[in-house]
């Protein structure tokens, strides 16, 4: 009994009850108004009908007098389902017709009786006496008018057919509401009781998501309704939700875990400096290394931070229209005296402008991150070491290459190389924070691309791939520094 | 030089104001937002360094405000927020300069003294003069004892700015926002291979060095 009181507490009930009322008021009043209609039409032939037949009548007597009405009317009135027909003297005795007897006081108002009254037909007389009499009146309506002679003549039709008709609309008017509330109800009860459970079991789940299962979802019953797109965009905000969280939790795993060590070997410095007695130059020494460490840290911590914005999608950072081969000019611009310095080439193939929303220090940053990784892996490997920088337009994608022939990454490790933090083994002598690609790969998923990574054959290839029709995002003229004095 | 610093960290204003002692300048303290202000708006200072999150008043809206009161006072804001779009709000807000906590002490003096120059000088020299080296903004030729050297134009640029702050220390970072445009810190220090090579060109057959390596903290150009 709760139960079905709460589903009759529910929305879809409430409103179910409200298009029932409104749909059985419709057919109730289109059933009332046909119905009238029809019976006022029928009525309206009976007229007709009526009129024809008295203006025949009119015909006859003219022609022939009364005896030739008489015969007329007699001859009428025996055909099957005739009209009724009635002669009558001055004081309404029944001279002939087919009507044995009717409802008093109708001969004494001439024209049109208003209301149909009863009769009973000749022949059907004796009928009266049986408990069936009832059967045997009729109702009907009639004209009465008199001959010039007081002799009363009526004409009328029986109205059987329009009451008939009228009954049997009442009667489906009844079935029809009946069966309309009955199927409501059924409806009513079972779509109700769907929606309550439904709603029951998302309130659960989301009950239990509360309760710290941060990975249960809402469910989904795969029927595209509306309970399931809801569902569905629930779930998806939890999903980027447990997301972001999870890179919180990931960035705060890292700096304990990878913060810390430099941090205690910069403690064990300044402990080692400060034990024993030291001269001036080496105290300095000792210090100028703990700034230094102290800049790496914070250049680490910085990265990660950078890294978790941009991966967290939130950032109102500002994207414009760049030109990629200006940064690409600018990157092997900057790096090129240090390739220089290092033995190793650097090439680059510009040609043409390559336009693009986004961010030019982020893709600045992250490219230079790239070349920087491989002039440092390519140096001092082989006899000329190389670093070639290649920019493609496709369909589809615009495509930064960065090839070097350095050692290159072996197949199993490629896909780590993006991963915070990692470093392969054979670089653990690089200096370098572990972080350049990852920002790098941060960087190309903000802005709607991906890093991809390939054998050189010898080195390693690393492409930053960019959709050709970059994502929308806010659109932003970045800012330039005032140089007042420029 | 005077300079207003708005921070409420207690530590880090004492630390402030003794290193800026020891630099030769005098910093006033203010140690929030409501207080800098009328600091700000009375007093008459070179240089304001403004923390951008205080009690009371945030930092962008004293600067707003001064701008708007017509205080042209160079500002340098510090923050502990980096990204490069707070980079945008903060000069938007009239700012400066824009340094990312925590900093080398070096770093900031060197950009508050650029930052006083730079509010000094507002007509701009096209010849500028170190020494025996002359760098002709218009022709762009760089002579040193007459004689001509040919550079990039790149090293054009890095040596103009450095003519331009003769006489101050230059940090790496500064080079590369000027120089390049770019606020990111590499993760090599490319800007030291571009100095040495502009080093090279400048230096190589003279006697007396002109560019010169100040120690944790930049570069200097000086006769």
Known sequence: MARLLSILNTTAARLSALYLILFAVCATFLVIYMTSLSARMLVGQTHEAINEEVRGLDRAYRRGGLPFLVRVIESRARQPGANLYLLADANGRILSGNVESLQPGVLDVMGWTERPFTYSRFGEGEARLDPRAREAEHKAMAVVFRLPNQIIVMVGRDLGEPEKFRNVMQRALVVTLAIMCAGALLIWYFVGRRALKRIDRVSEASRSIMGGDLNRRLPVSGAGDEFDRLSDNLNKMLDRIAALNEGLREVSDNIAHDLKTPLTRLRNRAEAALAGKQKTADYRAALERTIAESDQLIRTFNAILMISRLEAGYSAEATSTIDLRAILADVVELYEPLAEEQGVALEAEIDGAVTLQGNRELIGQALSNIVDNAIKYSAGSGETPAVQVSLETAASEIRLTVRDNGPGVPDADRRRVTERFVRLEESRTQPGSGLGLSLAKAVMTFHGGRLEFADNEPGLAVTMVFPAEAPKRKVETVFRKREASD | ?223
């Open chain 2, 1 to 223: 030089m005077k300079i207003l610093v708005i921070e409420d960290d207690r530590e880090a204003a004492d630390y402030l104001r003794n290193a800026f002692a020891e630099a030769g300048h005098t910093a006033d303290i203010a140690r929030d937002g409501d207080s800098g202000f009328s600091m700000a708006e009375t007093g008459s200072y070179d240089v304001f360094v403004i923390d951008r999150m205080l009690p009371r008043r945030d930092g962008l809206s004293i600067i707003a405000e001064l701008r708007d009161g017509g205080n042209d006072t160079p500002a340098l804001i510090l923050s502990a927020l980096g990204e490069v779009d707070d980079r945008v709000t903060g000069l938007r807000a009239g700012g400066d300069d824009y340094l990312t906590k925590p900093y080398a002490f070096s770093e900031l003096l060197a950009r508050i003294e650029v930052l006083r120059r730079r509010a000094g000088t507002k007509d701009v020299e096209t010849v500028y003069n170190v020494g025996d080296l002359e760098l002709d903004r218009l022709s762009h030729t760089v002579r040193r004892a007459g004689q001509e050297i040919v550079l990039q134009p790149r090293e054009f640029r890095l040596l103009e700015y450095m003519m331009r702050h003769a006489g101050q220390v230059v940090t790496r970072t500064m080079l590369l926002e000027n120089v390049w445009d770019y606020h990111f810190d590499p993760q090599t220090n490319v800007i030291d291979v571009h100095i040495s090579r502009l080093r090279g060109k400048i230096e190589k057959g003279f006697e007396k060095p002109l560019l010169h390596t100040v120690r944790g903290a930049g570069y200097m150009l000086k006769d």
